[in-house]
């Protein structure tokens, strides 16, 4: 039996504030994922017509790996440059 791909869609909505800090973030946090064991795509945009608003689109290849995925989230600085933002993300298994 193989595992299901774990995939998470939705967006951040960045308050105006913090918008540069999150783009000065953002390619960081992009390389590090894309690095990481399991990931198979990583994709983090602004949108174009939502001021704030960063689509998100992520798959790993097991529930294992996006576990690893947020674990290491949570000790980096994309972690304490995006607390407390609100986040819509919506987690399927394909």
Request: hydrophobic residues 40%; charged residues 25%.
């Amino acid at each position: 039996m193989t595992e299901s791909k774990v995939m998470l869609t939705g967006h951040i909505l960045v308050p105006a504030d913090r918008i540069a800090q999150v783009r000065d973030a953002l390619p960081d946090h992009i390389s590090l994922t894309l690095a990481e064991s399991g990931c198979i795509s990583f994709d983090v945009t602004e949108d174009a017509d939502i001021p704030g608003r960063f689509n998100v689109s992520e798959v790993f290849e097991s529930q294992a790996a996006f576990d690893a995925h947020q674990a290491r989230t949570k000790t980096s600085t994309w972690f304490k440059v995006t607390e407390g933002i609100p986040r819509d993300y919506q987690i399927t298994l394909g």
